[in-house]
Structure formats: C-alpha cells, structure tokens
C-alpha cells in the first residue's frame, strides 16, 4: 500500500520568525484546496532533496503547507514545548527526514524507535500508521549542538477530517507551501545555514 499521507521533518529555517533560533519544520506535502492545477509538490525547489524514489507519490496538486516551531512555541493543550505535528489516525503516512544543518535523530517516544536525520543527500524515510488518538512528546535524540535540549516537538494524533481541516487552518494562517527541506550540497565548507532566510 503506498502511503496515503507524506511529510518532511527536520531542522528547518524559520521565514516567520527570522529573528529565532531554529528548530523543527515540517512540511505537509497534501492537495490542501482539493484542486488538481494549483501546486505541484515535484516540482517545487524546496523539496528538490526528496529522492524520486519518494516524491514519485506525491498526491496530484499538493500545494502543501507547513508548520514550524522556535524553542518558546508550546502545544496548546498540553503546555509542552516545540510545534505540533498533525497526524491522521489509521492512515499510513511517510516521514522523509532532512537535515539543513548537522545530524540530528528524530525520535517521538512512543513510537519505540528514531531514525538520524542527515544534513545532504543521506535522506532518511519511514512509515507509521498512527492507531491511537492523543498528543504524544518528541525529541532530538542526537546531541547535535548549543540548542539540542531545546529540539523538542509534540505528535498529535486526529481523525482523517480533524487533520484535513487542520491543514486548511495552516493555510488560512497564510503557512501555504513549502520550507526548504534540507540542504542540495554536501561540501562541508558550504552546509552552513544561509543567512537568508
Ligand atoms: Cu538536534
């Protein structure tokens, strides 16, 4: 079956908060307007690090939208700190992980397991169908620099039309498209992140 749902996840620059430390992104790669000519997630440079192998499933008109998180952002009904990433109960979804800077591990807790997220073409993917509801705590489990204490993120776990009216609320936010999902160059000397955000 192939996945039904696909984001990318990882350290990620943050366009609305150019003054902030950065911290977790994630891009929500879904035709969010239900429209089949407006966005087209293969052909967008910011998501030009997603191997073919992948981006091959890409729904037909993804436009996409995204959400990111600065260490002070908190989930709104726990408390808990870092941005929130909305995930549709009983539908498979594919995590592509990216790093734009050093390696960091993407771990949500319950999940049992985490996986390196790599700055280059080292593109990192898995697949979970999430099978219970709640808000749910994760992790930078890679001691990745100055802000590693503070890479934290929250899984929150909905229905099928809960998320899809989350996505639009992204975008009602004006949080349309993409953020560049990591970086095109390996070259050590050039991984640094740009000072343009
Ligand atoms: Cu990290």
Redesign the pocket.
């Known amino acids: 079956m192939q996945p039904g749902h696909s984001v990318t996840v990882g ?1 990620a620059p943050v366009r609305r908060h150019p003054q902030s430390v950065r911290s977790w992104g994630f891009n929500y790669i879904e035709n969010v307007d239900g429209k089949a000519d407006t966005g087209n997630a293969n052909a967008d440079p910011d998501l030009r690090i997603v191997p073919d192998r992948y981006s091959k499933d890409f729904p037909e008109g993804a436009e996409g939208v995204y959400d990111v998180g600065v260490p002070s952002t908190r989930n709104p009904q726990t408390g808990n700190p870092g941005p929130t990433l909305w995930l549709p109960m009983g539908e498979k979804v594919r995590f592509v992980l990216s790093s734009r800077d050093v390696i ?2 993407f771990w949500v807790l319950p999940f049992l397991m985490k996986q390196d997220v790599f700055p280059g073409h080292n593109v990192n993917a898995f697949e979970v169908t999430p099978n219970h509801e709640g808000t749910f705590r994760g992790k ?1 489990a ?1 001691l ?2 100055v802000d ?1 204490a503070r ?1 934290l993120f929250n899984v929150k776990v909905v229905t099928p039309d809960r998320y899809q009216q989350h996505l639009k609320e992204l975008a009602a936010q004006g949080q349309r498209g993409f953020i560049p999902a990591g970086i095109d160059i390996t070259d050590p000397a050039r991984n640094a992140e740009p000072r343009k955000l």
């Open positions: 350290r960091h591990s930078c890679e990745c620099g590693h890479m």
